[in-house]
C-alpha cells in the first residue's frame, strides 16, 4: 500500500514498484474509485457521509482486487489516499491480514511542483496542500514505513522501499472488530 497526499507520487511510485517486483499487480485507487459511474459523492473538505462510505467501497474494492491477484501468486501494490483518521479505517477494512505500507511525505513545496506538471486538479473542494501535508504528518498514525521523497527520485524511492520492507510490514490484527466482537 503506497499512500501520501495528492501529488506525492503514489501511483508513480506504485507503478514502478509493481514492475520492479518478479510478478506483481498495480491496482490504483483512483481507477477503483471512477467505476462508479451515476451516484458518485465527491470527497470534499468537510466530507459529506455519504463520501466518506464511498471512500471505504473504494478501500475494500482495491483490496479484494489485490486479493485475488494474491490468490493466485502476484504480489499487488495499491496506490490511494490513506491518511488522517481514514488510516485506522483503512486498517480495520485490511484486518487481519497484514500488509505493507507506506506514506510518501514530500514538501508541501515539493507537492506544489509536482501538482503543476499534472493534468489533474487535486487540490479543490475544501482541499489544501497544506491541510493534507498536516494531515499525514500531524493527524496519521504511524505505522509502516515513512519516505520523505522529496528529493528522491522514482526509482531512489522504489529502491528504499525495497530495502525496508520489513519496516513497511504492518500488524492490522489489532484493527480487526470481529476477533474483539466474537
Known sequence: MISGAQAAGKSTVGHALAQALPRAVFVD??????????????MTEPPRMEAIEQ????????????????????????????FG?????????????????????????????REHTRDKDAYR??????????SVENGSRRVGLWIDNTSLSVAQTVSQILAQSDEALV???EFDDSATSQ
Open 29 to 42: 485507487g483512483d481507477a477503483i474509485g471512477n467505476v462508479v459511474v451515476s451516484g458518485g459523492a465527491a
Open 55 to 82: 471512500l471505504f467501497l473504494r478501500y475494500a474494492g482495491a483490496l479484494t482486487v489485490s486479493d485475488v491477484y494474491r490468490s493466485a501468486g502476484f504480489d499487488a501494490v495499491i496506490a490511494d489516499n490513506i
Open 85 to 113: 483518521t481514514f488510516l485506522d479505517d483503512f486498517l480495520m477494512i485490511a484486518a487481519p491480514e497484514p500488509i505493507h505500507f507506506v506514506m510518501l511525505t514530500p514538501t508541501a513545496d515539493a507537492i506544489r511542483a
Open 125 to 134: 473542494d475544501g482541499f489544501t496542500i497544506e491541510g493534507l501535508v498536516e
Open 171 to 173: 500488524d492490522t490484527r
